[in-house]
């Protein structure tokens, strides 16, 4: 093609295709989840004791110190594409690695968390396993995906970084931190779903 | 004339755009794995021909057992005797077997027929071209898009080899009966094939439905402001929305329903279920139905919407007027949109409802026929004292907007709750979505077919070919489902294997064998299409630059436009159905071509300026 022809032009909207297109796809993200907080709400409402016996069972403590992991790495995230922005490698690399390392992090609890509920049981088709530990795997399971799905291109935008030419990709950078700010928004909705939302009246049944 | 003048820019371009971009990728780059939007749709149309013959060969084994049951099936009976789809000794289909091709006839029509004909065909092929740009705004994610339906296909056709066969709880996958499964934990079922074949075209369907969000705010040509964009591309453009909203929706019920399944959870399973395995209880059927038609509502219109912007452009093209009430239309198809976000709840007047939420669920349904009757007046004023020219392309949009009037009118009827409660699951129910899905969707995407195949291969499709598929589908298709309706006020239910064994039912198999005799009559026609598409493909005539005289841009593009589209600069000045302007020789005026004009009593008048008007074509 021509280099004369007008068609590619800047974006209209002035904002990067990627970054239009992630946002387009955030929104979609945000009715998946939706879906299963839908569900969430409603079977809760009808099984009130299970979602109480089992929420009594999770590890609140692990679960505020993955929060902290993912709120820090979002804060690292930002840092990171704001160091892109100045140009400054090795804060750029130094951020991105930070925030490789909070979402490491993240998982390596929800693995030690799922395999202590594996030991007891908790697991769908194990005997213990009951209706809210079907969305405690489906949900936290859904969100570590996204997790491991941030991860990959951290790593190729991680590795690229140490190369000759650097990773010197601001908006693909800042494409990337859309997505992992929502994996860690959607962590703040399912956090205190599953964990903090106990009901502690529930065990005679709600009035 | 213009079209002289078309066809002279044409000779000088000689058939090809600008496609040596192209010309140094290998050949699996360049047909296979392209980013090329206009490749992409090739392949989406392959594809969704290959399934529309795949769905419609089970529809007919589908009606062969309705009007004969207990004669032996052709085809089937012969290559698979004695086999669990077919009856020890006899040949006739089995009631298992019966209830996986009903399964697999709705969903591979709807998931892998229509919405990737209407929108991965009709979105990739004319939106890029439409807003005059060279591609869409993120072309590898484009590809995928594609590229995830055909494994999706083969997963979902693999079900039949595995123990018990394909899905058999019906499109809709009502549980208890598509959670409740004998298999145990961790094995592949068909119904769980179903789930994550599904799982995939909705990804396919979501990566679409971005990149059309996008291309089409980022990437319209300079000049082209969003009320000058044809109302195919704003119909897919909502469309996009449409997806990008309701599909995930679905993705999440599908989850939980494959968890159901997969590992014998209970998030559709109640409390009390006696089953041979073991359940935990406690979940709601009923939510998945709630979950499934906040997506599946939506979805008719996702399967209606680009039509209805495809058949605009080609009612206003062949009556060679401007569409009548061109905001009405926008606005008409952003109403239908978001109304179709707050009707789901009236697929379950029966499923157990809160008469006072059917009540709210039926009025929000009956109000969505004010826009759809908005946009079929405002064609009815297209088409009124227009120009009118009966090539193939129009005679289908005209039975799009016919038939498509028919099936909005028994809508009407099932919107209301007391009507729908009497006839609920039976054939009206089926002759209804049938209209609104084939004599709806389908004439326009023939329509469709046969207005942009001349862009799209460089070739024109055989006129009188084009004819006899039209007036054969067209009459056979109403043999076929205009009986369903009184099949349906019999009250002939609908997914039932033997309507011999019910008393009442004895006195339709008349009707049931009239229908079958047309079906097949319908399937066949479809070969026609293929016929002349492939035939038209080597031997059709030469296609010009813009065959149609038509005013949106994909006619200002070279007849047969390589990678990149366009071998000129393209600035809109206008909108896109300047026909029959006042104080114009020609009755068209594209919108590439500068110009100016003046509005007198909202009817547009050039203002001549001869020199401008010459040097428009000419010149590039």
Known sequence: ?207 | MSTAVLGSAEATTHGHGHDDAHHDLPWFRKYLFSTDHKVIAKQFLVSSLFFLFIGGAFALFIRWQIAYPGKPVPVIGSIMPDTWVTEAGSGVITPEFYAQLLTMHGTIMIFFVIIPFAVGMFGNFCIPLMIGTDDMAMPRLNMWSFWLVPPAGMIMMSAFFVEGGYAAAGWTSYPPLSAVIQSPTFTLSGQTLWLISLFLVGFSSIMGAVNYVTTVLNKRAKGMKLFDMPLTVWALFITAVIITLGTPVLAAAFAMLFMDNFLHTSFFLPDHLVTSSKYFGGGQPVLWQHLFWFYSHPAVYIMILPLMGIASDVLATFSRKPIYGYKAMVFAIAGIAFLGFIVWGHHMFQSGMNPLLGTTFMLSTIVIAVPSSIKVFNWLGTLWRGNIKFSTAMLNALAFVSMFIIGGLSGVFMASAPVDIYIHDTYFIVAHIHYVLFGGSLFGIFAGIYYWYPKMFGKMLNESWGRKHFYWTFITFNLTFFPMHVLGVAGHMRRIYDPNVYDFLKGLGGINEFITIAAIALGFSQLILVFNVLWSLKWGKKAPRNPWRANTLEWAAPAHPGHGNFDRDITVYRGPYEFSVEGRDLDYWPQWEPGKSISVHHHTVAVSDASEESSSVSNH
């Open chain 1, 1 to 207: 093609m021509s280099a004369a022809l007008n068609l590619s032009h800047e974006p209209i909207t002035k904002i990067a295709n990627g970054k239009l297109g992630m946002w387009a796809f955030l929104g979609s993200e945000l009715m998946f989840f939706s879906g299963f907080f839908g569900a969430f709400i409603v079977l809760r409402n009808s099984n009130y004791e299970v979602f109480a016996n089992g929420s009594s069972h999770l590890n609140v403590w692990l679960a505020l110190i993955n929060t902290f992991f993912l709120i820090g790495s979002s804060l690292t995230m930002a840092l990171c594409i704001h160091a892109a922005e100045k140009n400054d490698r090795s804060k750029q690399q130094l951020f991105l690695g930070l925030t490789l390392l909070g979402a490491l992090g993240f998982l390596v609890i929800k693995t030690i968390e799922y395999s202590d509920k594996w030991a007891h049981g908790y697991f769908p088709s194990q005997e213990n396993h009951t209706l809210f530990y079907s969305f405690y795997f489906m949900m936290t399971g859904f969100h570590a995906l996204h997790v491991i799905g941030g991860i990959i291109p951290m790593l190729f935008m991680w590795f690229r970084g140490y190369s000759k030419k650097g990773y010197p990709y601001p908006v693909k950078l800042e494409v990337l931190g859309l997505y992992w700010h929502f994996v860690d928004l959607m962590w703040i909705f399912i956090f205190p779903a599953l964990y903090l939302m106990i009901p502690y009246h529930g065990a005679g049944g709600h009035h």
